[in-house]
Each structure stands twice: as structure tokens, then as C-alpha cells.
């Protein structure tokens, strides 16, 4: 419950009570007036007129006007009474309310993390909460000197099944697949299903390489009687390629890429299951293999980093830059991060694409601030990185290696992230925001939370997704989206920035809104530090926005 609701509930308490005692107040009043001119008639009836004595004598012969002098106590006390009997109802009431509205969050939250950890259309977990699981499983194989299996299963011509019979009947068959492969698994095993017709299997313990191909076998068996999709019959085959811990990798990442070389080898020999080896790999696809290639990627530095400088509108100066990936690669050229990121974050390779980009990225801004140029820089961070335990000491050691204070760091996170586990991540934000460096919403707009929901952590700046500001001249919805999270950024003392600032009346009408900060091609591309270190000497010449 949120503050202010309990503000207004206990004040509506308080109301009750001075309206209770107003009403007691008047009653006191007219019985005395009653008294004084019961009293007077009194007199003037034994005396024949309205004197001293007689009102003296009719205060003490008259026993009708003994009772009347009662009243004014009787309402004093009534009116004690009745406020209390309604500042206690009041008090149930907030009670009450403050109850149903905690019952609420809690549902809305718990909904939140049930979507950002499963799967929609069968309501498996998903890719993200079956890494979580696998991680959790290696780490007590690990310990325990146990094997683990970990399958990725996909199904055979689904394309070709989805493209005759319809999105609808494709959406039918995952889901009658889901509840066969989940009825074919132990309930210790996790089956999630990864997005398109791919479904992994974890199987957290495993006494040998035959326990798995045994498990394999029973879900291709489960597969085996035809599918009913209202009427038409259909048969259904799937390739599942199989990898064990420790045999074929020792980090979830790995075994993942693994499993699905050996899923790839499985649909080649057309066999229904494979265990990995190594000479699959050549038959695999790009997106398998570029997953392979990067852990080397970066032990050679193939990566390369730009630029985005975020302007400040009140001051015209940059005095912060958002740090890009991209990948150069040696046969492929130069691999966009849209690419190769989700690919990191499929295998785990994240947390050392991560630290890679923030070694580099802080290395430059120190030595940037060595040759008298004052920059902070923003790093892209994601979700699997809130849960990796050494990344506040990771962080704070290179801050502390290039002589940067923490303020220098701005940590871009978009509020998915958070939402997958939400305890975690809040914990390690809080820790990372009291040494200094800043939280910044990435993407927002595009997720389940709402900003007063975030409010709650150390966040400091919110980014108004570009999908909104892009075409916010021609898109009154997208405008309006907008001016709100604006606003609310504002109300709850964050800074907010506009990025996919592409035009000049863009620019211009995030400028009156008094959005605080503009990125995007209006104000520069992505430039490399070079290029960027030149670029920040014409920031002074930048035509300042009329009137703001
Ligand atoms: P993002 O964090 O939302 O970054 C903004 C993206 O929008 C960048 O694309 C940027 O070049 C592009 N952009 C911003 N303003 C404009 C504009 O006015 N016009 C156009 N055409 N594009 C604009 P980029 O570099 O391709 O990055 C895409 C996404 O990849 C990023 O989205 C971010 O989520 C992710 N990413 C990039 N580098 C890293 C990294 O080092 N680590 C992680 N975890 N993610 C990264
Ligand atoms: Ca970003
Ligand atoms: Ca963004």
C-alpha cells in the first residue's frame, strides 16, 4: 500500500471524528439554550416577569428543569461516544482496505513474474527460468560430483506444418506436444519450451550417458500416436540433441550451445535423438556457430565499442555517453549487437560480453578525464548479469583501477530484467546505487511494470523507448505516451530521456515537454572514441533550442 493511501484513509478517519464531534457540539448548544429559556418562561410564570430571584427560585423549586439541565452532559457524552464508535469503524475500514490492497500488489507482482518466467501459450517455464534451473543444477552436480543431462528438442518440418494449416492449428499442436514431453519427463526433470517449436529438457541428476538417450527415447515415444487438430490427424517427429555435464561443458552456456549442435546432428542423420560430439559442429547454422565462436571473440578482441552521447537540454553539453557493442568478425564482417546479444544471452556468455564492455568502456572514460575530457558513460546491462554475484565487485574494482568515481557509471537495464527475479536484482541495484553509481530504466514503455512500481528502487533515470519517440509528429498515441512518462518520470525525480531522436521537430518537442535528455542520429550516430573525442569539441557550436 502506498503511502498516500494511507493518508487519505487515516484523514477520512480524522473527518469522521470532527464531524461526530460538530454535530455534539451544536446539541450541547441548543440544550443550553433550552435551559436559559425554559428557565426565563419559568420565572415569568411563578413572578409574573423574568428576574433574578425568579430564575434563582425556578432553578431550585423547578424539577422539570433539574432534568432539562442534564441534557447538555447527556450530549457532550453522546457525542464522545459516537466519535469513537466512528473513528473505530474508520480504523477497521483502513485496515481493511490496506489489507485488500497489499492482497493485490502481491497478485499483480506475482502475475508479473509468472509472465517474465513463462511461457504464454503453454504455460511452460521459459528459456530464461530453465537457464536459472540448469545453473542451479550444475552448481550442485558440481559439488556433489554428479552427471546432468541438459536436451534440446525441436520438432521436424513445423514450418511447413504452420505455413499449410494456419498459425491457430500450429499454436494447438506446441501445446498438445507441451503436455505429451512434460507427461514423458520425471517431475525432478524441467521441461520449457525456448520459443518457436524448441522445448528443452533438464534433467538435474543423471547416473549415466544412457539414463539421457533413455529419456530421449520416451519423449520421442510420447510423440508417436498422431495428433488430433480438430479432425485432421497428424504425425509429428522430433530431433533431440543431448548434452552432459561434465562430459561436454562445464557451464550452462556450454551445454546449451552443445545440445543444440547435437540437435542439429540428430535432424541431419534424421535418428529422432543425438548425444554431442564434436564433429557436428560443422553442419550447424550461423547463429549456432557465431554462439560457439564468441567466447573467443573475446579473448581476441573482436569486439569494438561506440559512442552515443546523451545531450543534456537545459545546459547543450554531453556529459554522458550510452557504450554500443558491436562485433567484428572476420568472415561475417561486422555483426550488429541485435545479433549477437540475444545469442550471449541464450548461452550465458552475457556476463563476459558484460565485463568485456565495461572494462573497456571504463578504461576509455578514464583516460578520457586524464586528457581533461569530463564524461560519465552508460553500459547496457542484462538481466542474467543482475544475478551474477561477482558483478558489484567486478564494477567497483574497475572504478576504482581507473580512478572514477562512481558516479561516472550509469547501469542502462531494461525493466524485464528486473522482473525476472525481481529479489535478486532489486538486492544487487540497491547495493551498486549506495556506492553511487546511477540506475537507469532502459526501454521503457515496452515491459509489464509500471514506473510507480520501479519507483521503489534506487533508479534515477527513465528512457522512453524510441519505438514512441520515433514517430511521436505523426502518432497523437504515441505523443501522448509520451508527455506521460514525462511527467511521471518527473513526479518521481528521475531524470527522463528521449532516445531515437532522429529529427529536428522531434528534438524540438521533447525539448518543450522538458524532457531532460535527447539521443539519437539528430544529435550524433554512435561514433568510436575517436571519432567521438573529435565530435565533443563541436558540442559548444550545437544550436541550442530556442525559448528553453
Ligand atoms: P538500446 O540500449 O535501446 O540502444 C539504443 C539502440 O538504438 C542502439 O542500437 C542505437 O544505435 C539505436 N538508436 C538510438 N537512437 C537512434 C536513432 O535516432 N536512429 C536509429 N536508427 N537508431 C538509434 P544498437 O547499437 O544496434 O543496439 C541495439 C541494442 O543492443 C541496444 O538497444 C541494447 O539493448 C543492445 N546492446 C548494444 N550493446 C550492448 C552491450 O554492450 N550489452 C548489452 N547487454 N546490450 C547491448
Ligand atoms: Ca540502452
Ligand atoms: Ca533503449
Same mark, same amino acid.
Given at each position: 500500500m502506498t503511502q498516500s493511501t494511507l493518508q487519505v484513509l487515516t484523514s477520512n478517519a480524522k473527518l469522521l471524528k470532527a464531524s461526530a464531534s460538530k454535530y455534539a457540539i451544536y446539541g450541547v448548544l441548543i440544550a443550553v439554550a433550552a435551559i436559559v429559556v425554559a428557565t426565563g418562561m419559568a420565572s415569568y410564570v411563578e413572578h409574573g416577569s423574568i428576574s433574578l430571584d425568579g430564575i434563582i427560585s425556578a432553578q431550585q423549586n423547578n424539577v422539570a428543569l433539574w432534568l432539562l439541565d442534564l441534557t447538555p452532559f447527556g450530549f457532550a457524552l453522546w457525542g464522545q461516544y459516537v466519535s469513537n464508535v466512528m473513528a473505530f469503524q474508520a480504523g477497521a475500514l483502513v485496515v481493511d482496505q490496506t489489507n485488500e490492497l497489499r492482497a493485490q500488489a502481491a497478485a499483480i507482482e506475482r502475475r508479473a513474474t509468472y509472465e517474465v518466467t513463462? @511461457?504464454? +501459450? %503453454? &504455460?511452460l517455464p521459459n528459456r530464461l527460468l530453465l537457464q536459472d534451473r540448469l545453473e542451479q543444477a550444475l552448481h550442485l552436480a558440481q559439488r556433489d560430483q554428479l552427471s546432468l543431462a541438459i536436451m534440446i528438442m525441436d520438432l521436424d518440418r513445423f514450418k511447413d506444418i504452420n505455413d499449410a494449416l494456419g498459425r491457430e492449428q500450429g499454436d494447438r499442436l506446441l501445446k498438445q506436444v507441451a503436455a505429451r514431453v512434460q507427461s514423458a519427463v520425471q517431475e525432478t526433470e524441467t521441461v520449457a519450451r525456448s520459443g518457436g517449436d524448441e522445448f528443452l529438457v533438464l +534433467? !538435474? %541428476? #543423471?547416473? *549415466?550417458?544412457n539414463a539421457a538417450i533413455q529419456s530421449a527415447v520416451a519423449i520421442g515415444n510420447a510423440l508417436k500416436a498422431a495428433f488430433d487438430l480438430g479432425g485432421s490427424k497428424l504425425d509429428v517427429q522430433a530431433s533431440v540433441g543431448i548434452a552432459i555435464y561434465p562430459d561436454h561443458g562445464h557451464s550452462a552456456d556450454e551445454l546449451l550451445q552443445r545440445a543444440e549442435v547435437a540437435m542439429y546432428g540428430a535432424k541431419q542423420e534424421k535418428s529422432g535423438y543425438a548425444v554431442y560430439d @564434436?564433429?557436428?559442429?560443422? *553442419?550447424? !547454422?550461423r547463429r549456432v556457430t557465431l554462439a560457439g565462436e564468441l567466447r573467443q571473440a573475446l579473448e581476441q578482441d573482436e569486439l569494438l565499442l561506440q559512442y552515443h552521447p546523451k545531450l &543534456?537540454?537545459? %545546459?547543450?553539453?554531453?556529459t554522458e555517453l550510452e557504450v554500443l557493442s558491436r562485433w567484428r568478425h572476420p568472415r561475417h564482417g561486422v555483426i550488429p549487437p541485435d545479433e549477437f546479444i540475444p545469442l550471449a544471452e541464450r548461452t550465458g556468455l552475457i556476463k563476459l560480453v558484460t565485463l568485456w564492455v565495461l572494462k573497456k568502456a571504463l578504461h576509455q572514460v578514464g583516460e578520457w578525464a586524464r586528457a581533461g575530457i569530463d564524461v560519465g558513460v552508460a553500459v547496457n546491462i542484462s538481466a542474467q548479469d543482475l544475478h551474477d554475484e561477482d558483478l558489484y565487485d567486478r564494477i567497483t574494482g574497475l572504478l576504482a583501477a581507473n580512478r572514477l !568515481?562512481? &558516479?561516472?557509471l550509469v547501469l542502462e537495464i531494461t525493466e524485464t530484467s528486473i522482473m525476472i527475479d525481481k529479489e535478486r536484482a532489486s538486492s544487487m541495484l540497491r547495493r551498486l546505487a549506495e556506492t553511487g553509481i546511477r540506475i537507469s530504466i532502459d &526501454?521503457?514503455? %515496452?515491459?509489464? /511494470?509500471s514506473l510507480a512500481h520501479l /519507483? #521503489? +528502487?534506487?533508479?534515477?533515470e527513465v528512457k522512453i523507448d524510441k519505438s514512441f519517440v520515433i514517430d511521436m509528429m505523426s502518432n497523437p498515441k504515441h505523443a501522448k505516451i509520451v508527455r506521460a512518462i514525462v511527467d511521471l518520470g518527473h513526479n518521481l525525480d528521475m531524470t527522463v530521456v528521449g532516445e531515437g531522436v532522429v529529427t529536428e521537430a522531434v528534438y524540438r518537442e521533447l525539448a518543450r515537454l522538458q524532457c531532460d535528455s535527447l539521443q539519437g542520429d539528430h544529435v550524433s550516430t554512435p561514433l568510436e572514441a575517436e571519432a567521438l573525442a573529435e565530435w565533443l569539441l563541436q558540442v559548444p557550436k550545437l544550436k541550442k533550442v530556442q525559448g528553453i
Open positions: 513463462h @511461457d504464454r +501459450l %503453454t &504455460d +534433467l !538435474p %541428476t #543423471i547416473a *549415466n550417458e @564434436d564433429k557436428q559442429e560443422i *553442419n550447424s !547454422p &543534456d537540454v537545459r %545546459t547543450n553539453q554531453v !568515481p562512481a &558516479d561516472k &526501454d521503457f514503455g %515496452t515491459g509489464y /511494470s /519507483s #521503489i +528502487l534506487p533508479v534515477k
